[in-house]
Structures are given as C-alpha cells and as structure tokens.
C-alpha cells in the first residue's frame, strides 16, 4: 500500500486513540476539551549563543513528521486537527521547504511568523493538556499548570506507542532500508583497512544524512574498541589496521528509527575468534525466531545468557557444562547488556519498563539490571534483538582474583581481547504469524 494511504489511515487510529483516551480519563476525573502538542522550542548551549541541533517532541512526530521548532499541533474530539506551522521572517536562516503536502492535507494549516501568534488562533485553554518542552510559553496563553504533561495522560500515550500502526512500521522498514546502504558499504572500508573516522564518513554519505540526521552517533569500533559499549570516538589514520569491525548505525525516515549492528573478523584473523562469530550468528537468529505473541521479553532475554553460556562451554573458555556456567552467571561479563529495546521515534522507544497504560513500573529482574524491555510481546510491536559477547578486561578482572580463577582459560581469553567483541542487531516486527525481521529483509 501507498506510503500516503497507510499515513491517512494512521492519522485515524491516532486520533480514534487519542479520543478513546480523553473518554476514560474524563471518567477518571479529568476532563480535558483539547490537547495542544509543541514541536519543541529551541535550547542554546551554556552562554553560547549557538543552539543545540533540534529535535522534535515525539508526541508531535507520532502526527506527523514536520521537523523545527514551535510547529503546534492542537487536537480537539470532534474537530479538525489543527497545524501551526511556524514560518519566521527571518534573514539569517533559510526556510526549509518540506515536500509534505500528502501529510499536510490532513490538518487545517494555519501559517504564523512569530510564535505569539498561535495564542491568537486557540480557544480557551484552561482545559487543555499541553505536550512540550516549554511549559512557560503556554502557561502564558492560559494553559494550567498541573494540565502540563498530565501523568495519566502521558502514562496512556506513551504505554500505546510500543505498538506500531502500518504506517508506522513501513517507516521502520524505509529507516531500515536506508541503513543498510551504509552497512554495505561500512563492510567495503573494513575490507580496504580504513580507518574508523573514514567509514563513519563513509556510511554517512551512503545514507545521504548529515551526523545531526541520524538516530544517535554511530559506533564504529576497530578491534579492542567492540568491546567498549558506547564507543564514541573515531580513531583517523593512526587506528591500527583493523582485523574486526563492530558497527553499530542507524538511519531516520520520516522521523523513525532504525539501529543496527553487525561485527565483521578479517579472514584468517583468528579462527577460534571465527568460530565464536559464526556461534553468535546463529545464536542471533535462534533468538529472532523465539519471538512469539505472548511470551515474556525477559524469556528472550534469558535465553540469550542460555545461549552465551553454551557458547563459553562449547569454545572451553569455561571449563563447566553451559547449565552450570549459566546457572553461576559466569555468563554476565561477556554479555553485560540487554537483549534490546523498543524501537520507534526515539531510538530507544518509550514504555519498556511499564506494565500498563496506567504507567505501573515494571523494572527488570535484579539480576538483569540493564534489560530496557520488560513487557509480554505483543502484534505490532517493533523491538530489536542484539546478542552481544565482549572481551570486556574491567568486567573479566574479578574473576580472575577469585577463587574461580582456574575454571576460565585465560591464555585463550587474553588472545582474543584484542579483537573486542561481537553484537549482531536486528529491527523485529511482531506479527500473528511470528517476526518480521525488518533488517535481514535488506542486508
Ligand atoms: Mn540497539
């Protein structure tokens, strides 16, 4: 179906659920007659007068995907949607011009060049709900304060946009396509022995984005570096030719997310280091395709450490049977993070550690403290699955000071540090008849 189709089609759900929302908080004890959600205002670094790059508020993605600040968005039961779309007369910047006019048809479009002129637009505001970054603003024009990202309404929101609508997941699939282009040709600089800063520039210009475009900075990892989680530098030509490649990049289209990752060893590397690969590879895909509606992600979760652990066992870098390294969590400092998050607008999508829409928290298991989706899996949601397996000296050294010390081949161990670490990431869609991975579909 039409990108444009699928987007009308959104509209009415999201509408039909915000509605449906306004119905029971009313029932709740608060009564609201409209929603007015803010793009966001532009924030400025510390005495600077540069501004930090500018996102735009999710709830006011999750409409529609017109980027910048103070577009308003004023959502009343019954009525047209109503867009403010803010134009500023302003010499210094240039106006960008969207090609959105398939999106735009849905709202009443109202132009304003300053963004005082909204005020003039809105009905009274005391029983309006407002969404944004700049609750000063509006309590100006009449919004009340406690009507500021009310809990019960955010909770409810929030708790809804782990599943996707079609639309949604169509974007996820372009976010994705667009993506791989960058992955592919992430693996042709690592096979010609660049440097991490010369692929990093290289995935950019394959995904056409500038850095501020892209869902979060890009990790590209050259050896030792895989096992550092969030590695954010980029070594230029000093790097060290790299043997293993961790990449970990996404794409935004439309607003949405993609976030992949993939480990590549130079041929002839080390071939335990290839054999641990190709165990992971397929640990990876075992996992995607345990997914199922109404099974607990913490489940997948667990069997990842399952999975780790008859690894350790199999490779003997622990001389235990896979239930007892298990059981002993020996597998805990080469897979120290979670299995995988919600993934939507926000690369790491709200509503993973909530058990309903009232907003109960649900927090992860004590000994999985880093698991960031703690939810059943249900129809539409989109979530990623990335099994890890690091050489990780800071997490390895208590063990090597305990009396378990003899249990670990660290000969084997030290020989394969310097080659970091292995994640392998996929987009899954959840569907009636199982995974949709969103990811393997293009790369
Ligand atoms: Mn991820």
């Known amino acids: 179906m039409q990108l444009a ?64 600040p103070d577009h308003f968005l004023l959502f009343q039961p019954g009525k047209n949607l109503r867009l403010f779309r803010y134009v500023p007369k302003d010499f210094w910047y240039e106006i960008p011009k969207d090609n959105l006019n398939h999106y735009l048809d849905q709202f009443e479009l109202i132009e304003v060049n300053k963004v005082s002129q909204v005020q003039n637009y809105l009905p009274n505001l005391s029983k309006t709900a407002y969404i944004g970054n700049n609750p000063k603003l509006v309590q100006e ?5 406690d009507l500021v990202q009310p809990k019960m309404l955010m909770a409810r929101l929030d708790f809804a946009r782990a599943k996707k609508t079609p639309y949604e997941v169509a974007c996820l699939k372009l976010a994705n396509e667009r993506a791989s282009h960058g992955h592919r040709r992430a693996m042709e600089g690592f096979n010609n022995g660049l440097s991490e800063r010369h692929i990093h520039r290289d995935y950019l210009n394959a995904i056409d984005a500038t850095e501020y475009e892209t869902p979060y ?31 970990d990049a996404g794409a935004k289209t439309f607003g949405y997310c993609s976030d992949i990752t993939r480990t590549y060893l130079r ?22 395709a345990k997914v ?13 450490h399952q999975g780790v652990a008859e690894i350790l066992s199999d490779l003997g870098l622990i001389k235990l049977s896979a239930a007892e390294i298990f059981e002993r ?59 890890g397996f690091y050489f990780i ?24 540090t310097p080659l970091g670490g292995i994640r392998i990431e996929d987009n899954i869609h959840v569907t009636d008849e199982g995974p949709e991975n969103l990811t393997r579909a293009v790369l």
């Open 292 to 304: 199922k509606v109404g099974l607990s992600y913490i489940e997948i979760h667990r069997s990842t």
């Open 141 to 145: 024009w009449g919004v009340s304060e």
């Open 5 to 68: 189709t699928l987007y009308k089609e959104h509209i009415i759900l999201l509408k039909i659920h915000y509605e449906n929302t306004l119905n029971i908080l009313k029932e709740k004890g608060l009564a609201l007659d409209a929603i007015l959600i803010h793009s966001g205002s532009e924030s400025y670094y510390f005495a600077d007068d540069n501004h930090i790059a500018f996102r735009s508020v999710p709830h006011f993605t999750h409409w529609l995907p017109l980027e910048g």
């Open 329 to 387: 969590q020996f597998t805990h400092p080469f897979f120290p993070h979670g299995i995988g998050h919600l993934l939507g607008i926000q690369v790491h999508d709200v509503s993973g550690h909530v058990a309903d829409e009232e907003g109960t928290p649900a927090p992860p298991p004590a000994e999985y403290p880093f698991l960031r989706f703690t939810r059943n899996i249900e129809k539409g949601q989109v979530f990623t699955i990335e099994p």
């Open 267 to 288: 041929q002839g590397a080390d071939p335990l280091f290839e054999e641990l690969l190709n165990k992971m590879e397929i640990l990876q895909k075992a996992l995607v």
């Open 393 to 416: 000296p800071m997490l390895l050294e208590p063990y090597r000071n305990s009396s378990d010390q003899a249990l670990f081949d660290w000969k084997t161990i030290d020989r394969l």
């Open 217 to 247: 900075t890009n990790i590209v990892a050259l050896n030792e570096k895989a096992s550092v989680l969030h590695y954010q530098q980029k070594r230029g030509n000093e790097a060290t030719f790299g043997n293993l490649l961790l990449i």
